[in-house]
């Protein structure tokens, strides 16, 4: 995975992240959100591998990044974040690789018109658009550019996967909530039973030296379940 895609899946799960997390202590003059993004940031090259996950790496980088937030945005100490964080990172791998599997991967154009709607959508949000400013800055680019757009785009398409596999196992239970959330939560558990999971504990930082493959039970989507919200897929 490049440097690019990793800073922007680590913005992007930041992002996603924010809204549902509790308010944080700041720097006069800087938000919660621009102290966990200059954090990440700076972590953003390290493609040190941590994890394989049938046979696709997690890269250190990305660990620190999303543990950084989870610790500020949640409250709980950096050494629970590391196992939060490739918890998480392990669910959402699986996830978009069961999407893949199914045929759901969306086109490059798919993905490109997608980030335009999205870039167009964080201009109504002050910190949103902020978040991606901070992105385009640091990837040498201006965010009305089309450069940016093309370097968004891989992101994007992860996200869309996601987006994709929860449309049709909504379709498939028939547009119930319950049904769903049941349907994912068996899905991920029987894709976590049958996946090839590897750390390199040699690789992981200090603080993450006792992170564990998770078992079904500490998967988000098992530990905390959300069911789905009427309306998300129209």
């Known amino acids: 995975m490049s440097k690019v895609c990793q800073l922007l899946i680590v913005f992007t799960i930041f992002a996603l992240a924010l809204p549902a997390c509790r308010s944080t202590r700041g720097v006069k003059g800087v938000s919660p959100a ?3 993004a200059e954090y990440i940031a700076s972590n953003e090259g390290d493609a040190t591998p941590i994890a394989y996950i049938n046979g696709e790496t997690i890269t250190r980088g990305v660990l620190v990044g999303l543990a950084a937030t989870m610790a500020d945005t949640n409250g709980i100490t950096l050494e629970q974040a590391y196992q939060d964080a490739l918890s998480l990172l392990i669910q959402n791998t699986l996830l978009e690789q069961e ?9 490059d154009q798919e993905a490109i018109e997608r980030t335009r709607q999205y870039i167009e959508g964080a201009k109504k949000i002050p910190e949103a658009e902020r978040l991606l400013e901070k992105q385009a800055e640091r990837l040498g680019v201006s965010l009305k550019s089309e450069e940016f757009i093309q370097l968004y785009a891989p992101t994007m398409k ?3 996967l996601a987006e994709r596999l929860n449309q049709h196992i909504l379709d498939e239970v028939g547009g119930d909530p319950a049904h769903f959330e049941a349907a994912l939560q068996a899905l991920v558990a029987n894709l976590l039973n049958n996946a090839s999971i590897e750390i390199v504990s ?3 930082p200090p603080e993450a ?3 564990h493959i998770p078992t079904v039970a500490e998967l988000p989507l098992i530990k905390n379940p959300k069911p789905i919200q009427e309306g998300a897929y129209p």
């Not at 999407?99 to 086109?107: A, D, I, K, M, V």
């Open 34 to 36: 621009e102290q966990i």
């Open 209 to 211: 030296a006792n992170v």
């Open 158 to 160: 992860r996200m869309m």
């Open 99 to 107: 999407s893949e599997r199914r045929g759901y991967t969306p086109t």
């Open 202 to 204: 040699a690789n992981l």
